[in-house]
T-cell receptor, first 112, second 115 residues
Framework: NAGVMQNPRHLVRRRGQEARLRCSPMKGHSHVYWYRQLPEEGLKFMVY????????ESGMPKERFSAEFPKEGPSILRIQQVVRGDSAAYFC??????????FGPGTRLTVL | AQSVTQPDIHITVSEGASLELRCNYSYGATPYLFWYVQSPGQGLQLLLK??????LVQGIKGFEAEFKRSQSSFNLRKPSVHWSDAAEYFCAVGAIGGSNYKLTFGKGTLLTVNP
């Protein structure tokens, strides 16, 4: 059973561009979490999704950020009009029940 | 709101020495507690978790942690550290809402192991 896959592993964008981060959960996992890790910080919760539903987006910035987890395909975290402050590592975690979370390797976003 | 404090930003130990990493949490109900390890440039790997029951929890790689409700602590221990244990360690508390176990993490403790 392959682990959680995230791509790309590294992403460079210029200010104002869009960033799309993909997360393929482990087989059989229908719960997906997204976290952001800023330099020198721990991970911060962003959003929790189940298939086709956003359950909790209390950690998402109100503007420019969106997430989805369609019936087919990976979960997508989308950041529009990126700014330098969006530079961070973005981690996805999947779970079969919501409880124990298995983390992917992360996507490191750099905004120039 | 829940919070996690890891008082030690950086710890250095000699290989073979014992290790204790501290974690204090704040949460209004019975907490679900986790320790994760992160190697440079990698994702997080779950070391162990506490949901209920025995307060001394065994994990992978020889780690254990003890839940002490009276002290709001969940310290991680290992009797003899190996060079490969050098990494960053994160304590987390899970806030439970239905199936939503979103985690609140501490800022991490960086472990350096001297030969």
């Amino acid at each position: 059973n392959a682990g959680v896959m995230q791509n790309p592993r590294h992403l460079v964008r210029r200010r104002g561009q869009e960033a799309r981060l993909r997360c393929s959960p482990m087989k059989g996992h229908s719960h997906v979490y997204w976290y952001r890790q800023l330099p020198e910080e721990g991970l911060k919760f962003m959003v929790y999704l189940q298939k086709e539903n956003i359950i909790d987006e209390s950690g998402m910035p109100k503007e420019r950020f969106s997430a989805e987890f369609p019936k087919e395909g990976p979960s997508i975290l989308r950041i529009q009009q990126v700014v330098r402050g969006d530079s961070a590592a973005y981690f996805c975690a999947s779970s079969p029940t919501g409880a124990e979370q298995f983390f992917g390797p992360g996507t490191r976003l750099t905004v120039l | 709101a829940q919070s996690v404090t890891q008082p030690d930003i950086h710890i250095t130990v000699s290989e073979g020495a014992s290790l204790e990493l501290r974690c204090n949490y704040s949460y209004g109900a019975t907490p679900y507690l986790f320790w994760y390890v992160q190697s440079p440039g990698q994702g997080l790997q779950l070391l162990l978790k506490y949901f209920s029951g025995d307060t001394l929890v065994q994990g992978i790689k020889g780690f254990e942690a003890e839940f002490k409700r009276s002290q709001s602590s969940f310290n991680l221990r290992k009797p003899s550290v190996h060079w490969s244990d050098a990494a960053e360690y994160f304590c987390a508390v899970g806030a439970i809402g239905g199936s939503n176990y979103k985690l609140t993490f501490g800022k991490g403790t960086l472990l350096t192991v001297n030969p």
